[in-house]
């Protein structure tokens, strides 16, 4: 009984022995890898502790990667240990799959691609890089499914995917057909269109903007959608190149997404968008826009206007006298016809050397017509001027501007309020 009880203390003794040694291998694996730099310290980690996959690995990634160590067969077999210990790490397979395929074994890269993604098939990551797999491989109808999915999982890979579908040169289908139908997934890549807009307009042509528009504005308003003021730049571009009816026909397309609808603007009847001063100003360029300052109380006052509707309203308190341009819009003409701007006015406290116009002027070329001017009145008085602009001439401006007064005075208060601003085509009276 005592031999037996010395003989099981040995082996215990030997068994503690055995585990304070294997303990010992990997602590000094641990500190080989971490002190020892490069490809010697990997290998004498793998050397202690040849049970650690991690170690394999960057041992596999050092002689794959460092071209003063270059050795892809041994990697191969550095990658194939790796897995045998761990064969549930997805990142494993990942890296093993882009080694075959610089090994030139392409179908064993997309099965060990294709087992990555099966170990995590929530990770957009691994998709992304099977997509990548096969547009390297020359294959772009196996990419799309990869793409496509790894874009419904995360939008990190939004701009990603638009930059390098752009690069290839995909056709549109093939854009619509990759990407997310959802509002901010539309948002990015308009977003991602516009900031390249002469390469994605000769790869694509100037449909690809007008198509991702509507669908973008087929959508509901939602978060992570574009604000309103994100989207006018569009409208600014295509006035820049020229295409001031698609500029317009956008404009009531927005105006109608945010729930505004103006039918005798959107039939081409008026050209002048929210001439009632009824809503706050949605932006450029086809609404009116306001510039701020010290000297001027501007707004759009509600039921300060003819017959109790809204009006713009801007008044001049202090010493103060300087002239105001401080509000103009954007507006599309009929080419060749002539037009009327109509308006209505009236004063508060104005001089009688103090008055406002109303100019219209084409931005592009030396041309101006200045409407009647405004002065003291008695109450709300209708003004108009008839005006033939240039037969070239499409985008024109309108802009309020003048004084209350015609010099400076020791005290101002005056108030100008104006409503029902119109330009139509004269034809039409």
């Known amino acids: 009984m005592r031999t037996l009880i010395v003989v099981l203390r040995s082996l215990l003794v030997l068994l503690a022995l055995a585990a304070l040694w294997q303990t010992a291998h990997r602590v000094l694996a641990l500190e080989a890898a971490r002190r020892i730099p490069g490809v010697e310290g990997a290998r004498q980690a793998v050397e202690w502790d040849g049970d650690n996959p991690e170690f394999h690995a960057r041992l596999a990634r050092y002689r794959q990667s460092r071209l003063d160590m270059l050795d892809p067969a041994a990697a191969g077999r550095d990658w194939e240990r790796a897995l045998e210990l761990n064969p549930h790490y997805w990142l494993y397979w990942l890296e093993y799959g882009r080694h075959l395929e610089m090994a030139g074994r392409a179908e064993e890269a ?39 999915a790894a874009l419904q999982l995360d939008d990190t890979y939004l701009a990603p995917t638009a930059q390098l579908l752009l690069s290839l040169g995909v056709s549109v289908e093939a854009l619509d057909s990759v990407w997310p139908d959802r509002a901010r997934a539309r948002w990015l890549l308009f977003e991602f269109l516009l900031g390249n807009w002469d390469r994605a307009t000769a790869v694509w042509g100037p449909e690809v903007f007008d198509r991702q528009w509507e669908q973008l504005l087929s959508k509901e308003p939602a978060e992570g959608g574009p604000e309103p003021w994100q989207l006018t730049p569009y409208l600014q571009l295509l006035l820049e190149q020229g295409r001031p009816a698609q500029a317009r026909a956008g404009w009531q397309a927005l105006m109608k997404w945010l729930g505004h609808v103006e039918p005798d603007f959107s039939s081409g009847a008026e050209a002048v968008w929210n001439g009632g001063f009824e809503r706050d100003p949605a932006g450029e360029p086809f609404d009116w ?23 713009l309203r801007v008044r001049f308190p202090g010493r103060q006298n300087p002239e105001f341009r401080q509000l ?16 209505w006015a009236r004063t508060e406290n104005f001089r009688s050397d103090g008055e406002f116009r109303w100019e219209v002027r084409d931005p592009a070329r030396e041309w101006a017509v200045a409407g009647p001017p405004v002065g003291q009145t008695r ?38 309020w104006v409503d029902g601003v119109s330009v139509r085509p004269a034809q039409q009276d």
């Open 289 to 311: 826009q306001v510039q701020t300052a010290p000297a001027f109380e501007i707004r759009f006052a509600r039921r300060e206007g003819v017959g109790g509707s809204a009006a």
């Open 328 to 343: 103009r819009q954007t507006i599309v003409v009929q080419p060749g016809l002539a037009h009327w701007l109509e308006f």
């Open 110 to 148: 997309e099965a060990a691609l294709g087992r990555a993604i099966r170990l995590s098939p929530r990770n957009a990551r691994y998709r992304w890089a099977l997509a990548n797999f096969h547009v390297r491989q020359g294959d772009l109808e196996q990419a799309r499914p990869a793409l496509r």
């Open 379 to 416: 109450g709300w008085e209708r003004f108009a001027v008839r005006f033939d602009p240039p037969a070239a001439s499409r985008v024109l401006e309108i802009r309020l501007q003048g004084r209350p007064a015609g010099r400076s005075l020791h005290r101002l208060d005056a108030v100008l």
